[in-house]
């Protein structure tokens, strides 16, 4: 019978790291033994968390890699029910212009929400774990889901796009007016 591997979760790295600020390197070989066990350790870390996504710079991986993982929590009680979906150099196009703003927070953020613009419909490409290039469109939820990881890629984080600083609250406070 074969061993059980456990992979160990790793820390969410904060904002102030450098690891957050700078674009993240193509992954080159989908399927190398380097690039599973990032996906693997992705996967542990986001199981700890509240949250519906991870990009790979958020564990401290400066990688073009995300996890898309819609799923209602206490963090994000309305949000839809998805499969965790690996993306390995996803990109992706508006539909429209249009946009709309949503709150968002961030596991390498935290205690803090923001109003922030996102396109409201995107195609997106990117190679899925078995190599397969993979494109379909996203809406809403999990379009915007997708937008924050993405920026995370490029070195960015949500509060870079706040078109208001008054549009930036205390988790608390953005609780406590949601109830």
Known sequence: MAA???VAAAAIVQLGAPVLRVPAAEVTD???DDTRKDIAVMRASLAETQGVGLAAPQIGISKRIIIVASRPTARYP??????PTVMLNPSYQPCSESKEKGWEGCLSVPSIRALVPRYLDID?????EQGELVTANLQ???ARVFQHEYDHLEGM???DRVEDNRDIVAESE?????M
């Open 4 to 6: 059980v591997t456990t």
């Open 124 to 128: 997106i490409r990117y190679y899925s």
């Open 78 to 83: 309305n949000a839809p029910l998805m499969s």
């Open 157 to 159: 984080v949500y509060l």
């Open 174 to 178: 953005y609780f406590r007016q949601q």
């Open 30 to 32: 989908l399927q190398s």
């Open 140 to 142: 809403g939820f999990v």
